[in-house]
C-alpha cells in the first residue's frame, strides 16, 4: 500500500484568489494523478502528473487553471487559480506504484475539502 | 466517451436486507475496480475484475465482471452499518495511460 497525505485538508478561500494543495507519498511512486469530486458524487479526472514534465490535461480542464507541479517522485502540487464559488468542491490526489497494467491499484490521499465564497 | 452508469444513486436499507449495486457501459474495459468511500476519506480499493465473467467474494461482498466486460455488480449479503459508504465503480480506459474512468456512485446508508 501507500501512505498519501494532503495539506491542507480543508479551506475557506475568497474568489478570486488560489490556493495550492500538496501530495505527499510515503515512497516512490510511478503515477500521481488529480481528481475532483462534489461531495457524494464521483470523482473527476483533472490531470496525471507527469514527473519531469508538464501535466496531462482531461478535456475540460486547463494549466492556467489548474497549474500542476510534479518535482519528483513523492510529491506533487495542484493549485486551483483565480477561484470562483464554482471550484468549491473535494480535490484528491492518487498514486499507482507501478505494476501490471490492468491490475495496479490506485491509492487516494483524503482529500482537500475547498470552499469558495 | 467512455461513460459508467451506477443504480441505483441512493440506497437506504435495514440491517440484514441484502442488495445489489449495477455499473453499466456500452464501452468495453480492460479490467474495473469497485471502491469504497466513507465520509472525509479517499476512496479504497475493494476488489480488482480483470476476465469477463469472473466473480469475486471479499466476505458478504459479492462482485462479478460481465461476460462482454461492460458491466460489473456488487452484491451485499445482510448488509451491516459499517457497510454505508458511497460505493464507485471505476473501468480502466485502456491505451497507453491507466486512466480510470469513475461511475456515477452509489451512496448507500444501512440502518441499525
Known amino acids: 500500500s501507500a501512505v498519501i497525505s494532503q495539506k491542507p485538508s480543508r479551506d475557506i478561500c475568497q474568489r478570486g484568489t488560489s490556493l495550492t494543495i500538496q501530495c505527499q507519498v510515503d515512497s516512490q511512486v510511478t503515477m500521481m494523478f488529480w481528481y475532483r469530486q462534489q461531495p457524494g458524487q464521483s470523482l473527476t479526472l483533472i490531470a496525471t502528473?507527469?514527473?519531469?514534465?508538464?501535466?496531462?490535461?482531461e478535456s475540460g480542464f486547463v494549466i492556467d487553471k489548474f497549474p500542476i507541479s510534479r518535482p519528483n517522485l513523492t510529491f506533487s502540487t495542484l493549485t486551483v487559480s483565480n477561484m470562483s464559488p464554482e471550484d468549491s468542491s473535494i480535490y484528491l490526489c492518487s498514486v499507482e506504484r507501478g505494476g501490471h497494467k490492468y491490475t495496479d491499484t490506485q491509492y487516494f490521499g483524503p482529500g482537500t475539502r475547498l470552499t469558495v465564497l | 466517451t467512455q461513460l459508467l452508469e451506477q443504480s441505483p444513486q441512493f440506497l437506504s436499507i435495514q440491517e440484514g436486507e441484502n442488495l445489489t449495486v449495477y455499473c453499466n457501459s456500452s464501452?468495453?474495459?480492460?479490467?474495473l475496480q469497485w471502491y469504497r468511500q466513507e465520509p472525509g476519506e479517499g476512496p479504497v480499493l475493494l476488489v480488482t475484475?480483470?476476465?469477463?465473467?469472473e466473480v469475486k467474494k471479499l466476505k458478504r461482498l459479492t462482485f462479478q465482471f460481465g461476460d462482454a466486460r461492460k458491466d460489473s455488480s456488487l452484491h451485499i449479503t445482510a448488509a451491516q452499518p459499517g457497510d454505508t459508504g458511497l460505493y464507485l465503480c471505476?473501468?480502466?480506459?485502456?491505451?497507453?495511460?491507466?486512466?480510470?474512468?469513475f461511475g456515477t456512485g452509489t451512496l448507500l446508508a444501512v440502518q441499525p
Open positions: 475484475v480483470v476476465t469477463g465473467g
Open positions: 502528473a507527469n514527473q519531469g514534465s508538464e501535466a496531462t490535461y
Open positions: 471505476a473501468g480502466l480506459a485502456g491505451g497507453a495511460t491507466n486512466k480510470l474512468i
Open positions: 464501452s468495453v474495459f480492460s479490467s
